[in-house]
Nanobody, 123 residues
């Protein structure tokens, strides 16, 4: 099993940047395929980005491609989401997810989830 704790959310103006972090417990972090999802009020949870076990594979939702970058540090059991050129429509709770399977952009394919961190982008 793995436990996930997100951090780095906050309030930022449109055009600004934030970096989210997701710290994972356990000794086998490098075995997990990792993803970021987000959920805005009244909307379904949607895929943002995912990254393979060694970091060589990354995949992004069209809505964030070119603005967001996912990365991982297996030595420190952490996955990151660098968010640049933020827009008001990026406002949501952001969740880190992990699974031993992969790759996937589907929430139901991820077994482990963090509690989420709120990102609010003002116009």
């Amino acid at each position: 099993q793995v436990q996930l704790v997100e951090s780095g959310g906050g309030l930022v103006q449109a055009g600004g940047s934030l970096r989210l972090s997701c710290a994972a417990s356990g000794r086998t972090f490098s075995s997990y395929f990792m993803g970021w999802f987000r959920q805005a009020p009244g909307k379904e949870r949607e895929f943002v980005a995912s990254i393979g076990w060694s970091g060589g594979f990354t995949y992004y939702a069209d809505s964030v491609k070119g603005r967001f970058t996912i990365s991982r540090d297996n030595a420190n059991n952490t996955v990151y989401l660098q968010m640049n050129s933020l827009k008001p429509e990026d406002t949501a709770a952001y969740y880190c997810a992990a699974d031993l399977r992969g790759p996937s952009a589907t929430a139901t394919m991820f077994t482990y989830w963090g509690q989420g961190t709120q990102v609010t982008v003002s116009s």
